[in-house]
């Protein structure tokens, strides 16, 4: 599937050499875009990342990841342990310099008209304190930018209330930081949002930290399964129900469609000095190819060289502008890289 619709680009497939070569002998016709990498061992979904930190050589997450390093491969996709993941690609791809914390940045269903929000973190780290709110807002937008198409992104700071007396002192921090920051960060910044905020058109790109972000995540995941369930019950429920959603069908599919988790599968690592994009590891060949199609789409903007312009020249502007030591001009944000 990714191959028809990215007819420039190569595969590295890591794992079983012997168990990769039967499945590849019934496609013939990409034999000659794809190399395989053979991995004795694999990372499982119950090794614990320090484990994998020092014990993961071998495996076909670690082969992956050091194929981004040694400059073989463009972008890393891996359908694995989350965990594992991030602590491999952060020892072995280090984080961009500016960085403190790596983000996981994931798409949100919205009403905006590309049909999602993008929100981060997504659970790399559960801490975040005002600096990395920051990053986060400027990681983000850049993402926005050359992932999703967004000529200048609107980024807002979840919080428990639109108020400005609302929230703890951290937030009110990193909110005057994003908001010093908006004219260098090429983004516009609309303050605080709340959790219904999450699929709304208000906001592009929604800055929280990673326990926030991932209980946010995995509540919606749980509550559109409860909605699917239900309406599947619904319409099951007597000969009647079951005429009116033949009548619905097309209707159905439309919502179906919108709503599929698939399309929007793939978290990306934002922070680190290559791009690595985590798949659901219950993905099936839809889920992993829509993780593919946005890992083609970074590495062709060249997303991590624009993303580390960005972070350096952002990040000293926007510290000395909450301190109060330096002045921007307005249009402090043209000509600077995506």
């Not at 061992?41 to 981004?68: E, F, L, N, Y």
């Not at 889920?287 to 952002?314: C, H, I, N, P, W």
Request: contains cysteine; glycine residues 10%.
């Amino acid at each position: 599937m990714s191959a028809k619709a990215m007819p420039d680009a190569d595969f590295l497939l890591h794992g079983d050499e012997a168990e990769l070569t039967k499945l590849m002998a019934r496609h013939a016709d990409l034999a000659t875009r794809v190399t395989i990498r053979h991995a004795p061992r694999v990372v499982t979904m119950q090794d614990k990342p320090s484990q994998v930190m020092r014990h993961g050589a071998g495996t076909s997450m670690w082969g992956c990841i050091d194929c981004v390093r040694d400059g073989e491969a463009t972008v890393a996709v891996s359908c694995g342990n989350t965990g594992a993941l991030m602590a491999v690609a952060m020892i072995r791809l280090r984080k961009l310099a500016g960085v403190n914390r790596p983000a996981i940045a994931c798409l949100w269903p919205s009403r905006n008209p590309g049909g999602y929000n993008l929100m981060l973190d997504a659970g790399a780290d559960i801490k975040a304190d005002a600096e990395d709110l920051l990053q986060y807002a400027i990681m983000g937008a850049s993402y926005a930018r050359n992932g999703m198409g967004m000529s200048r992104p609107r980024v807002g700071l979840l919080n428990v209330g639109t108020e400005e007396h609302k929230g703890s002192a951290e937030l009110k921090a990193a909110s005057d930081r994003i908001a010093a920051s908006a004219a260098m960060g090429d983004y516009d910044y609309v303050g605080y949002v709340e959790g219904v905020d999450l699929p709304s058109n208000r906001v592009d790109v929604i800055v929280t930290d990673g326990f926030t972000g991932n209980v946010a995540l995995k509540t919606a995941e749980g509550t559109a399964r409860l909605i699917a369930d239900f309406l599947r019950e619904a319409f099951n429920a007597t000969i009647l129900s079951k005429f009116a959603a033949l009548l619905a069908m097309r209707a159905l599919n439309r919502l179906r469609q919108r709503m599929d988790p698939r399309r929007s599968n793939g978290g990306v690592f934002l922070g680190l000095n290559g791009i690595v994009v985590k798949s659901h590891g219950s993905s099936d060949a839809t889920g992993v190819a829509a993780a593919l199609d946005m890992a083609y789409k970074l590495a062709r903007s060249g997303f991590r060289e624009r993303l580390a312009a960005r972070v350096a020249s952002t990040l000293t502007s926007g510290q000395s502008a909450a301190a109060g030591a330096a002045h921007m001009p307005q249009d402090a944000g043209a000509g600077q890289p995506q």
